[in-house]
Structure formats: C-alpha cells, structure tokens
C-alpha cells in the first residue's frame, strides 16, 4: 500500500445525447421517483484534473481542496468518500488536492470524472481490488455518469494501461448505468468552447420536460444506430443533442458559439452534456488549432483537444 497516490481524470464530450421523456423507477410494486433514461456516445478527451491524495494519521477525515474555487462540503469526492469506507471497511482520513483544469458545469462530466480516479486511488491506497461489482456500486452512490468514468477505470485496470482509461469510449444507455465499451476513433480532432453561460442540469432537464409537453423536442437517431453513425464520415454524422435547442433558446450564445465553430471549418458541432460547454469535430489537427486561433479573437475560452 502507498501512503500517498496521484492520478489524472478525464473529460469526456457527449457525441449524440437522446433525453427520453420522464419515466417512474417501480421499486417493492410501486412507483418510485421519476427520471430520465439517455442515449449517447461518451468520449474522453485530452482535457483532465489531476489529483493528489495523501492518508491522514486521524480516521475518518476527508479533507478537499480545490485550486480554483471552494467545493461545497457535500460533493463528489466526499461522496465518494463516504460510499467507499462504507462497503469496504476503509476508514483511514484522506487529503485531497485537486488541480482543476475541467470547467464545472459544463457538461464534461468533471466532478463525476474526479469522483471515479479518487475510487481508483482509495483502491490502491487501502490495497481493496476495484472489481466492476464494487464499481457499480460506488456509481451508484455518487452520481450517474461516474458509472462510465469507473466503468473505463476497470477496463484499464485489466488491461494495465493508464492510457486505455484517458481514451475511454462506450455506448451509455439508461439513467447512464448502461456502458457498453466500443473502439474510440483516433481520427477526430476537438476544439472545446467556453461560452460565459452557466446552466445547471436541474434547469436543463426543466427546460427538456417543458419541450416533451410542448412537443417541440429535437428528433435523435435510433440508438442501435449510433456506433455505425459515430463509424461514418463526421460529415455524415446525424447525431442530436436533446439539450441544444432548448438550451439556445434560453441562451442564444451558445447557439452563436456552436455556429462560429462551424464556421471556422467543423465538420459537426454540438454542445455537450447538458452544456454549456461546445464542441466541434475537425478531422485534422492543423485545421482545429487554426480554427482555436481565429475563435480566440472573440472567445476568451477555447481550446483544442484530442
């Protein structure tokens, strides 16, 4: 065992995401809470926080610390925390440093990706074997798209190769518990912009359930389709974000980000997640990093990505 572990969370893009309309969970014969079931392609991308984490003498502490803003006492990492030494037994304290590079809340799966290499840290830390089993269930405890970041993490563990976890893509269906790994495209070039719009998931989802009402929602393609879609020319991709239009039409920006990046020669552009962040698909390198030079005169946040 090590006394101290540091390890790199990934970002990932959605590429295609259905929102399904609203349905009850049924538990002991009864309805249960409602949720949403989604469809999508998630992908990691070359963006990533690092994080540090250090045992403690006194038990039970699990200390966070972020470099760019306060987290709140209860989040993902503490979440996290608290499932783990509950189904495993560990219970030494834990310091936990945090270098941010994933801006939060913009659809990049961050806080979630965090949550799943601190799961891979405390397993090496406390000498406990993540099996997908315990991985499922640490998932569940923290949120839904950690299933697919852990879910990568035994994928790497079996193959001992960091870098199959930082070049993770899979098939996620469900409440996003469903992960289906697929061969990622080494082909595709990413340029991530930061439009100055923060939307909360809870808001998105409002926004989606008043669209399913209105029967003004955005068409998705069948989702037996999507690997055979995601294997086509980019230019040929009919993927849809179930969040775009209704997020646009809040908040046009994100709707003129997406058409600049268009503009600047993407093949597909959407927006990831529930936003705000958005992305285009370049086939090249050369042509996304001119394409990240020309969006910086008018976007304080752009990046290029592979």
């Given at each position: 065992?090590?006394?101290?572990?540091?390890?790199?969370?990934?970002?990932?893009?959605?590429?295609?995401?259905?929102?399904?309309?609203?349905?009850?969970?049924?538990?002991?014969?009864?309805?249960?809470?409602?949720?949403?079931?989604?469809?999508?392609?998630?992908?990691?991308?070359?963006?990533?926080?690092?994080?540090?984490?250090?045992?403690?003498?006194?038990?039970?502490?699990?200390?966070?610390?972020?470099?760019?803003?306060?987290?709140?006492?209860?989040?993902?990492?503490?979440?996290?925390?608290?499932?783990?030494?509950?189904l495993t037994g560990f219970s030494a304290g834990v310091h936990v440093d945090i270098k941010k590079r994933i801006p939060a809340g913009g659809g990049l799966g961050?806080?979630?990706?965090?949550?799943?290499?601190?799961?891979?840290?405390?397993?090496?830390?406390?000498?406990?074997?993540?099996?997908?089993?315990?991985?499922?269930?640490?998932?569940?405890?923290?949120?839904?798209?950690?299933?697919?970041?852990?879910?990568?993490?035994?994928?790497?563990?079996?193959?001992?190769?960091?870098?199959?976890?930082?070049?993770?893509?899979?098939?996620?269906?469900?409440?996003?518990?469903?992960?289906?790994?697929?061969?990622?495209?080494?082909?595709?070039?990413?340029?991530?912009?930061?439009?100055?719009?923060?939307?909360?998931?809870?808001?998105?989802?409002?926004?989606?359930?008043?669209?399913?009402?209105?029967?003004?929602?955005?068409?998705?393609?069948?989702?037996?389709?999507?690997?055979?879609?995601?294997?086509?020319?980019?230019?040929?991709?009919?993927?849809?974000?179930?969040?775009?239009?209704?997020?646009?039409?809040?908040?046009?920006?994100?709707?003129?980000?997406?058409?600049?990046?268009?503009?600047?020669?993407?093949?597909?552009?959407?927006?990831?997640?529930?936003?705000?962040?958005?992305?285009?698909?370049?086939?090249?390198?050369?042509?996304?990093?001119?394409?990240?030079?020309?969006?910086?005169?008018?976007?304080?946040?752009?990046?290029?990505?592979?």
């Amino acid at each position: 065992m090590y006394s101290s572990v540091r390890g790199i969370a990934p970002a990932k893009v959605n590429i295609g995401l259905n929102v399904l309309e609203k349905t009850s969970a049924f538990v002991g014969g009864t309805a249960d809470t409602e949720y949403h079931k989604i469809e999508s392609i998630f992908q990691t991308v070359g963006l990533s926080d690092e994080l540090s984490v250090e045992l403690l003498q006194k038990s039970g502490d699990c200390l966070v610390h972020c470099d760019l803003f306060d987290l709140p006492r209860e989040n993902t990492i503490t979440k996290m925390y608290n499932a783990f030494c509950e189904l495993t037994g560990f219970s030494a304290g834990v310091h936990v440093d945090i270098k941010k590079r994933i801006p939060a809340g913009g659809g990049l799966g961050g806080g979630s990706s965090d949550a799943a290499t601190f799961a891979v840290i405390l397993s090496e830390l406390s000498g406990v074997e993540l099996t997908q089993s315990l991985a499922d269930k640490l998932s569940s405890c923290v949120g839904s798209d950690v299933f697919f970041f852990l879910s990568s993490a035994v994928q790497m563990k079996k193959k001992k190769s960091e870098s199959d976890f930082l070049s993770g893509c899979a098939l996620v269906s469900g409440r996003g518990e469903i992960v289906q790994h697929i061969e990622k495209r080494h082909d595709l070039c990413f340029v991530l912009l930061f439009p100055d719009v923060h939307s909360s998931t809870k808001e998105a989802y409002v926004l989606v359930d008043e669209a399913y009402r209105n029967n003004d929602f955005v068409v998705c393609p069948n989702f037996a389709e999507y690997e055979n879609i995601y294997r086509s020319p980019v230019e040929d991709w009919t993927f849809a974000n179930t969040f775009t239009p209704v997020l646009v039409k809040k908040y046009p920006v994100i709707g003129e980000a997406i058409a600049d990046i268009r503009k600047c020669g993407a093949s597909w552009a959407d927006m990831s997640g529930s936003g705000a962040v958005v992305f285009g698909v370049f086939k090249e390198e050369t042509s996304a990093k001119l394409a990240v030079a020309t969006l910086q005169k008018k976007w304080a946040h752009c990046v290029y990505v592979h």
